[in-house]
């Protein structure tokens, strides 16, 4: 940190503590939002920029998590509670918490799963949010459909996110810090998406394997497809 | 599909508009049945009435109860079935809340905003586990722990996915029923397969328990380096430390615990204690003033917790007088003592002991004295008394305020009801070298070893007469009371005379004076009804 700092204030706090204060407020404003809509006539509840405001709220929630999330990753503060998680109800917890915004955006969305009454040993709160910021990201690139599976491949469990999109740029592509060009984490929320995505991975490990992120294009439905592989 | 239409929910929240929102939300699921309360004293009083089979409970509810404190208490009061489906709302993210409503082990947690799809998903999926886990569930609550390994068995052979929750079920049952081996090699298993928090945590207290303490440590440290972040392991770590004696790690580790999660009113509690033992005041007021903070709303409040706080801040002036904010914060303290605990002479005694300390100490004495003196009266009038810890604290704050006789005649009296305890006569020799009181036992002591002699002989009519002569002998001792009674009982059994009926209950009602925190409170509840089945 800065050294010439005669207050000695540390920056990262100060952000975290105030992105800790941000996140509440739009947890009070989304509240207050949905009980406003409850009340509103219906021309006026289904209007188009209700999906705008919905849609950004949650992919501002999702951001100002991941900041808190990599803030305590660098403390080494972030709690891993892993437990054994039924994988077929995380994917529809999922797919639940976007309904509106795919139902609005006339995207159709769908999971499948390698056997029903598969269960893996990891964090559930912390790969959920990994795997709703794909699913929001995906949002914004898909035409017309999201897809989720999961199967075990080599010991591993492995969740994929499909879309119908242009797919990821050609530099991207591949085991993430192994490709040409990772996301650029200054550039774009969907580089930090990805980063924060690669860090809860590499968290959970097993006789020293370590999971990772992986990108591709052409998939189950033709467009990008995010992997993520959990020993 | 589950069905909803049947299902009887509570929300407990204290916003109108939210209570509003999940109401409708509910009822686009077809929940036909909703009563909400606005606080946790409602939810308390309507749970009472009926049984819910969803309970939703906003964590923060303003100044009164929290969700996990009304959790706490339903499960207290039994009045929580364990096929209820108990799940704690929360807007708020710190870290402090989210430890603590995990801690209390809510069946879920949901995080405001959430929408329908994510509140029925949900749902669904705990209605269709504890469908599944009915007689498992079914079992816990007829404390049958047989059929619960039974259930769960048969639950993890036909449905595998909850595999998980049976597994913790069979180590509850296990540990019910004792079987402490088959415990560890279950414990063992788990964690061979995956290193799975909970069952690392349960395994390295069972060592702790049965004194496998370097074990039970290298369990508890294996785990921290895996997940730092879990207060349990340091309270294991911490418990470890104590029992080797190891006062000042201990406390270290209990400190680390409470960085993570300092919202728990009993880490807060044994922090207190630990640091006071330690000589450590400053670090023991924060702790107490927290745990009394903490226990305001909670079944859990504790009275020591009060008269604690008040003495670290008086140990921590030292020798010198007590500062102008220290006998405010005291005085404020033992006011909200006696205005909660109003009916309990015994604790006023200790209350105003305490006062009396203070005013002595911020240069009162004269006023000190005065109360004291009172005090001393009091003491002597008390139809309950205190547990021996206790009584040798008061003692020993009598006589620092000139009333030796006073304290002479509380030891004498910890001596006729603990005297048969050998560590606690050690612990009233420390305090006095009286033979009147020290020796005043020892021919009683003797009349109750014949006794139980006869006893094991199972010459009952003698063994009567033996500890009839202790009871005489020293009335208010509790074991001989009890002792007693339990002759009696094998008498009226053969024979149910009326008056060896009516010594047994008055024996019983004498050792029903004993503390409610006394080791023997379940040996007096066995033989009370024992008596009552005749």
């Known amino acids: 940190m800065n050294d010439n700092d005669q207050e000695g204030l540390d920056f990262s706090t100060v952000l975290a503590s105030t992105v800790h204060d941000m996140k509440n407020s739009l947890t009070l404003m989304m509240q207050s939002w949905a009980q406003w809509i409850e009340r509103l006539p219906p021309e006026l509840a289904q209007s188009g920029e209700r999906g705008v405001i919905e849609y950004e709220s949650l992919r501002l929630n999702g951001m100002l998590m991941q900041m808190l999330g990599l803030y305590k990753l660098q403390l080494n503060a972030l709690p891993l509670r892993p437990d054994w998680v039924e994988v077929d109800d995380l994917l529809q917890a999922q797919l639940a918490r976007h309904s509106e915004i795919l139902q609005a955006r006339q995207i159709s969305s769908s999971y499948s799963i390698e056997h029903d009454e598969l269960l893996h040993f990891m964090d559930e709160e912390l790969i959920s949010s990994v795997i709703a910021n794909v699913i929001n990201n995906s949002i914004r690139y898909t035409r017309t459909a999201i897809h989720l599976h999961a199967a075990q491949e080599d010991g591993q469990l492995m969740i994929l996110v499909s879309d119908d999109g242009q797919g990821y740029p050609a530099d991207m592509l591949g085991r993430y810090n192994t490709g040409a060009r990772d996301a650029d984490v200054t550039q774009s929320s969907t580089g930090l998406g990805l980063y924060f995505g690669q860090c809860i991975a590499r968290l959970h490990q097993r006789n020293g394997r370590h999971g990772y992120i992986e990108l591709s294009n052409g998939g189950q439905l033709g467009g990008g497809e995010f992997r993520l592989y959990l020993p | ?534």
């Open chain 2, 1 to 534: 599909m589950i069905e909803y239409n049947n299902k009887r929910f509570l929300i407990v929240d204290d916003f109108t508009d939210f209570r509003s929102a999940l109401t409708g939300m509910l009822r686009q699921m077809g929940v036909a049945h909703i009563d909400a309360a606005v606080n946790g004293e409602e939810a308390l009083a309507l749970c009472r009435k009926h049984t819910y089979d969803v309970i939703l409970h906003d964590y923060n509810l303003g100044k009164g109860k929290n969700g996990q404190q009304v959790l706490e208490e339903l499960h207290h009061d039994k009045l929580l079935s364990p096929h209820c489906i108990f799940i704690i709302i929360s807007a708020e993210s710190s870290q402090a809340m989210v430890m603590a409503a995990l801690e209390c082990e809510p069946d879920s947690y949901l995080t405001k905003p959430f929408n329908l799809a994510s509140l029925q998903q949900r749902l669904d999926k705990l209605i269709a586990m504890k469908t599944v886990l009915h007689p498992v569930l079914d079992a816990q609550m007829r404390a049958d722990h047989m059929a619960v390994l039974e259930a769960c068995a048969a639950v993890i052979a036909a449905h595998p996915r909850y595999a998980p929750q049976c597994r913790r079920h069979q180590v509850t049952a296990l540990a019910a029923l004792g079987r402490r081996q088959d415990q560890e090699r279950l414990l063992r298993s788990l964690i061979s397969e995956r290193p799975l928090p909970w069952a690392l945590v349960a395994l390295a207290d069972l060592l702790r328990e049965s004194g496998q303490l370097d074990h039970a440590l290298t369990l508890y440290q294996d785990g921290i380096r895996q997940f730092p972040l879990i207060p349990a392991l340091y309270d294991g770590l911490a418990a470890t430390e104590l029992a080797r004696g190891n006062h000042e790690e201990a406390q270290q580790h209990l400190q680390q615990g409470l960085r993570i999660s300092p919202n728990s009113l009993q880490r807060q509690e044994r922090m207190g204690q630990i640091a006071q033992r330690n000589n450590d005041h400053e670090q023991a007021a924060r702790a107490f003033r927290q745990a009394v903070d903490l226990g305001r709303n909670s079944l859990f409040r504790n009275p020591d917790n009060h008269l604690n706080l008040a003495s670290s801040l008086t140990a921590q002036a030292g020798d010198g007088a007590l500062g102008q904010r220290a006998v405010a914060e005291i005085r404020q303290t033992l006011g909200e003592l006696d205005k909660t605990w109003r009916d309990d002479p015994a604790l006023s005694v200790r209350s105003r002991l305490m006062q009396a300390r203070t005013l002595d100490k911020s240069g009162h004495a004269t006023e000190a004295r005065r109360l004291a003196e009172q005090v001393a009266a009091d003491v002597a009038q008390l139809e309950s008394f205190f547990d021996a810890e206790v009584a040798l604290q008061v003692a020993g704050q009598l006589r620092d305020l000139d009333q030796a006789g006073s304290a002479d005649a509380v030891l004498a009296t910890c001596a006729e009801m603990y005297g048969d305890d050998p560590e606690v006569l050690a612990d009233i020799a420390r305090h006095t070298d009286n033979p009147d009181i020290l020796a005043a036992g020892s021919q009683a002591l003797e009349w109750n070893r014949q006794a139980i002699r006869l006893y094991q002989q199972k010459n009952y009519a003698e063994a009567l007469q033996r500890f009839r002569q202790a009871l005489a002998s020293q009335p208010r001792n509790i074991s001989f009371a009890l002792n007693t009674a339990q002759s009696l009982l094998r008498l009226i059994a053969a024979d149910p005379k009326p008056e060896l009926l009516a010594e047994c209950e008055r024996c019983l009602q004498q050792a029903d004076g004993m503390p409610s925190n006394d080791h023997r409170r379940e040996r007096y509840r066995k033989l009370r009804e024992r008596l009552e089945q005749l």
